[in-house]
């Protein structure tokens, strides 16, 4: 049984998923199995995998959603640790190697981060270390203040114990593109704490097309992250006011960005149908009574008849 399993959820990504499995491949860490996911690809997904033989255990689902494709891989998994990466993502070659030396010698630690490099698509590092070069605070140790805060855990450079993961539940299939963040803060609140490595060990693909690209989607499933943990984890009794305190200044906050973004994308009613609700949940916040007077006023380009000239 391996020690690690690596988990690769896809879909229509034929075009990178061979330089992911490659780069899986390529570890200096050599106890590990390769789970792969097709959430119902319909491009030459499968003829990508068939060359790799026995090196990839291959499953195929019906086009259900990241959360559903990463809970079945874990279906499969007999690892002691969970290693994510995403189709269109890569890694360096000690990556897996650093992680387990790590993990072993930080048995507090319930799964462990890094540095990310960014890449564009064709494979071009755009930020070598991300974290460093944006002066992007990092979770580690107890970390859940941070975490409600703001999600700097990227997918490709995280290890996980198999057993935290079975303590702090599976990935949540209401989220369309964050519930990889909902995870983390499912952990914190389990109790397990955060290792970071400050080494790029991964490498992240901005693509244009990603879901991650999407705004709306983004924004809209904070709001449902903020809102389940509000509600459905007791964090009061467990954590205290201070963190519920955090979470609904989160939610306040990420709405206000969402009703923007619906105006900006056209939906106007939407935006103002937010707003109201959030008038009537912040009766004294001004400000909320002014984003409102724009969706009267103000309107998008795309809203604004074409100039003729």
């Not at 704490?193 to 904070?222: C, H, K, P, T």
Request: glycine share 4%.
């Amino acid at each position: 049984m391996p020690r690690v399993s690596v988990m690769i959820p896809t879909y229509n990504c034929a075009r990178f998923l061979g330089f992911a499995i490659d780069s899986v491949l390529t570890q200096t860490y050599a106890d590990y199995e390769i789970v792969v996911i097709d959430d119902g690809s319909t491009d030459d997904t499968q003829e990508c995998i068939a060359k790799y033989g026995s090196k990839v255990r291959y499953f195929y689902q019906s086009n259900q959603g990241l959360s559903a494709a990463r809970n079945l891989a874990l279906d499969h998994a007999t690892g002691e640790f969970i290693a994510y990466i995403d189709a269109d993502d890569m890694w360096y070659p000690g990556k897996l190697e650093t992680q387990v030396a790590f993990l072993d010698s930080h048995r507090e630690c319930g799964l462990v981060h890094t540095e990310v490099s960014v890449i564009d698509e064709q494979g071009k590092v755009i930020h070598a270390c991300f974290n460093r070069e944006t002066n992007r605070p990092v979770p580690q140790g107890k970390c859940l203040n941070d975490l409600l805060r703001r999600c700097h855990i990227q997918v490709p450079t995280v290890m996980e114990r198999r057993s935290w993961l079975d303590r702090a539940g599976r990935f949540d299939l209401r989220l369309l593109v964050a519930q990889d963040y909902l995870h983390w803060i499912m952990l914190a609140i389990a109790g397990a704490e955060v290792g970071y490595i400050d080494q790029a060990l991964g490498m992240y693909r901005w693509r244009q097309s990603s879901l991650m690209s999407n705004q709306w989607r983004l924004l809209d499933d904070f709001v449902k992250i903020y809102e389940i943990v509000l509600t459905e984890h007791n964090l009061e009794r467990t954590h205290g006011a201070e963190m519920i305190e955090i979470v609904k200044e989160q939610l306040y906050t990420t709405q206000r960005q969402l009703a923007y973004v619906e105006r900006q994308e056209c939906s106007t009613a939407t935006a103002r149908h937010r707003l109201y609700r959030l008038i009537r949940q912040w009766p004294l916040q001004l400000e909320l009574y002014v984003d409102l007077v724009k969706t009267y006023v103000f309107r998008s380009e795309s809203q604004r008849p074409l100039n003729p000239s």
